[in-house]
């Protein structure tokens, strides 16, 4: 079993930067694929932004491309999310997943999941 504890989120103006975290423990001599999903009110879970389990590869979603880059370190078993040029659109709360099988755009795809971080970004 691994528990995954996200970080990291709060109120930042449009045009601000965040960092998220998300320490994983438990089960962690294995590495897993990870991605980070966010959540608005009323909305479906959608995918953000996912990284292989060494750190060779990354996806992001269209909406988020160009300004988020997650980065893994496995020495500190920890997974971040570097947020930059936030906008209003960007309000949700924000999920860490670790991958075992399936796809990487769907919440189906990841077995474990964090309880979320809430990232406000005001106009």
């Known amino acids: 079993q691994v528990q995954l504890v996200e970080s990291g989120g709060r109120l930042v103006e449009a045009g601000g930067s965040l960092r998220l975290s998300c320490a994983a423990s438990?089960?962690?001599?294995?590495?897993?694929?990870m991605g980070w999903f966010r959540q608005a009110p009323g909305k479906e879970r959608e995918f953000v932004a996912t990284?292989?389990?060494?750190?060779?590869?990354?996806w992001y979603a269209d909406s988020v491309k160009g300004r988020f880059t997650i980065s893994r370190d496995n020495a500190k078993n920890t997974v971040y999310l570097q947020m930059t040029s936030l906008e209003p659109e960007d309000t949700a709360v924000y999920y860490c997943?670790?991958?075992?099988?399936?796809?990487?755009?769907?919440?189906?795809?990841?077995?474990?999941w964090g309880q979320g971080t809430q990232v406000t970004v005001s106009s």
């Open positions: 438990g089960r962690t001599d294995r590495n897993y694929a």
């Open positions: 997943a670790a991958r075992v099988r399936g796809s990487i755009y769907r919440p189906s795809g990841y077995e474990y």
């Open positions: 990284i292989t389990s060494n750190g060779d590869s990354t």
